[in-house]
């Protein structure tokens, strides 16, 4: 190394960069010009004798010592800017901020449309929902790639944080000339019909078929596919069931032709949980999100159920 003397502000260089993938976005993140940006990574590969990153494509991809030294050095980053910003309140108003989010995609079309609206009296803040790995979560929130990302309970690590933000009710959709439409719906006709599975996973069970499993059952898949959305098009013109949350649900069947069929009984609920890395989760940005993503969940939590 050049020198054993780092300037802290070209850790923070380092850093943005290393989570944006671009000097022109970290130029834009950091209110730098990208020549600026660009001295201060020629002064950390001079330091390092390394190159740190190599253009691949539109992406500025790490090096092994970059990935090495990120490692180690954003601990202590992050103790500093949580430091830092306890005493900066967050405007959201005047504050320019974007928040990455990981959302699957019924969580998008459940959670986005009132989180937005809520938003809309910032326009300097902006939303990017992105749609990732479930393995890859952890080191996407500690990288600070991920700002929040809701999902079912996953298995996590202790320098993970989580809350429950609500309980999604699994209900049954189907095609309103459907034979079961405007019936009970038992566990013997419930099993006694073809299923779809959604779920980017290429094999493997539902949550669903996880609890219908611990009581020795088992559901006909007919289909198996990777979104809702298709899935409820497969719906509308055929005698297939999709099981399903019902917030999403009820978006489909009020514009669609099909119908919610309450679950026979012993399907449970699911569990939405919202995750964060505990470094940062003083941030006061961070913290003002989670509030909003709490009163859309109590907005949601006003509506009414579907009834039998």
Not at 161 to 171: G, N
Not at 188 to 201: A, D, F, G, M, T
Request: aromatic fraction near 6%; hydrophobic fraction near 40%.
């Amino acid at each position: 190394m050049a020198s054993n003397r780092l300037d802290l502000n070209l850790l923070h260089v380092f850093d943005t960069i290393y989570r944006e993938g671009s000097l022109t976005r970290a130029a834009r993140a950091l209110h730098l010009t990208q020549p600026a940006v660009s001295h201060s990574l020629a002064r950390l590969r001079e330091h390092f004798d390394d190159p740190l990153f190599s253009r691949q494509g539109n992406r500025m991809v790490p090096t092994p010592l970059a990935r090495r030294f990120v490692e180690s050095m954003r601990p202590g980053l992050n103790q500093i800017h949580s430091a830092v910003n306890q005493f900066h309140a967050f405007d959201p108003a005047s504050n320019r901020k974007t928040f990455a989010l990981a959302l699957r995609d019924v969580l998008e079309s459940t959670f986005l449309p009132q989180l937005v609206t809520r938003l809309n009296s910032y326009p300097e803040i902006e939303i990017n929902s992105q749609r990732i790995a479930r393995r890859d979560m952890e080191s996407l929130l500690a990288a600070g790639k991920l700002d929040f990302a809701v999902d079912v309970l996953l298995p996590i690590s202790d320098q993970t944080a989580h809350e429950q933000l609500r309980k999604d009710r699994l209900v049954v959709l189907a095609r309103k000339g459907h034979r079961l439409a405007g019936k009970k719906l038992t566990m013997e006709n419930y099993l006694q019909e073809r299923h779809i599975l959604v779920s980017s996973r290429t094999e493997g069970p539902g949550i669903e078929d996880f609890e219908l499993s611990r009581l020795g059952l088992q559901r006909q898949i007919r289909l198996r596919c990777q979104h809702f959305y298709a899935a409820c098009q497969v719906v509308e013109t055929s005698d297939l069931l999709l099981t399903m949350p019902e917030g999403y649900a009820r978006q489909i069947a009020a514009r669609s032709d099909t119908c919610i069929l309450n679950p026979p009984e012993g399907l449970p609920d699911v569990d939405i949980h919202l995750y964060w890395h505990r470094a940062y989760e003083k941030e006061p940005a961070l913290l003002w999100l989670r509030e909003q993503f709490h009163a859309v969940t109590a907005e949601r939590q006003a509506q009414p159920q579907l009834s039998d």
